[in-house]
């Protein structure tokens, strides 16, 4: 439900996204009959057995492939570990790269692939572990290799790991509605225009999208901040591209706080979003 709504507080698509968009639409002939355009960001949910070129892109004559039907949106990937992992791996190059190339004897075609990946995964084979009300009956081996089918380097290149606990049932049903979607698109919309701000005239249009050259830039640190992050790479083990996806994501974090510096706290909240680099399945 988190996943479906959240192209609701994405900003709209801008003119240029929603040709770009339009445009692998179109090609695919995927427009709707009486739908000229693209008017809103995709959203994409394959199923765990999609082949790798129905997820990347593929066949004789190259075709894009989900990542690129999702270019400007978000690609859904539910029960993550039960994809094939080969298939899950050659999402690493589109992630890193944002488009999608697709090498043939003869030539090379490159889809755009500018997508918000989001997944989910139980946290055990039965999806009861830490679970308050039911009883976990999976073994420590079993959980094992439930989760290892998702490889260390796909999660490295993921930018928030959460933990989503059950709701009960008294809380979904009591009516009590929280921040709204507009809301939130306004928050997010605001964060956006500053780093429009920050990076103008530059090629980067926001924080996820920084080079490691950038960061240095645009995320300085005070002595108190520089310490934190040492300490938390040191104690979790974080690869240097955590290491920068911490910055990232702190600078996200106070920019939706608008503050004009990186402030301890934010740090703290971004650490807190490697949970999977913590293995806390051990
Ligand atoms: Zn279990």
């Given at each position: 439900m988190l996943a479906k709504r959240l192209p609701t507080i994405l900003p709209t698509l801008s003119p240029a996204e929603s040709i770009e968009t339009t445009r692998i639409y179109s090609a695919m002939g995927r427009?709707?009959?009486?739908?000229?355009?693209?008017?809103r960001r995709p959203f994409r949910s394959p199923h765990h057995t999609i082949s790798e070129a129905g997820l990347v892109g593929g066949g004789s004559t190259p075709t894009p492939g989900e990542i690129s039907l999702s270019h400007n949106g978000v690609l859904f990937l539910d029960e993550?570990?039960?994809?094939?992992r080969r298939t899950l791996e050659v999402l690493r190059q589109p992630l890193e790269d944002r488009v999608v190339t697709i090498s043939r004897a003869l030539n090379s075609t490159t889809f755009p692939a500018d997508f918000m990946l989001v997944a989910a995964l139980n946290?055990?084979?039965?999806?009861?572990?830490?679970?308050?009300?039911r009883s976990c009956q999976c073994t420590p081996p079993q959980v094992e290799k439930y989760l290892n089918k998702i490889s260390g380097p796909l999660l490295d290149r993921i930018d928030i790991h959460i933990e989503v606990p059950a709701v009960p049932f008294q809380e979904l049903s009591s009516g009590a509605s929280g921040t709204s979607s507009q809301d939130m698109r306004e928050q997010v919309s605001a964060a956006r225009r500053l780093q429009a701000e920050r990076f103008h005239?530059?090629?980067?249009?926001?924080?996820?999208?920084?080079t490691t050259r950038q960061i240095r830039r645009f995320c300085p640190l005070d002595k108190e901040c520089a310490q934190l992050l040492k300490d938390s790479v040191n104690e979790l083990g974080l690869s240097a591209r955590a290491h920068d996806k911490v910055l990232r994501v702190a600078r996200t974090i106070a920019d939706l706080a608008a503050a004009a510096e990186i402030a301890p706290v934010h740090i703290q909240e971004a650490v807190n979003y490697r949970m999977l680099d913590r293995q806390f399945w051990t």
């Open positions: 427009l709707a009959p009486g739908q000229p355009i693209m008017a993550l570990p039960e994809f094939n946290p055990c084979p039965c999806g009861y572990r830490g679970d308050p009300r005239g530059l090629t980067t249009r926001y924080n996820a999208q920084m």
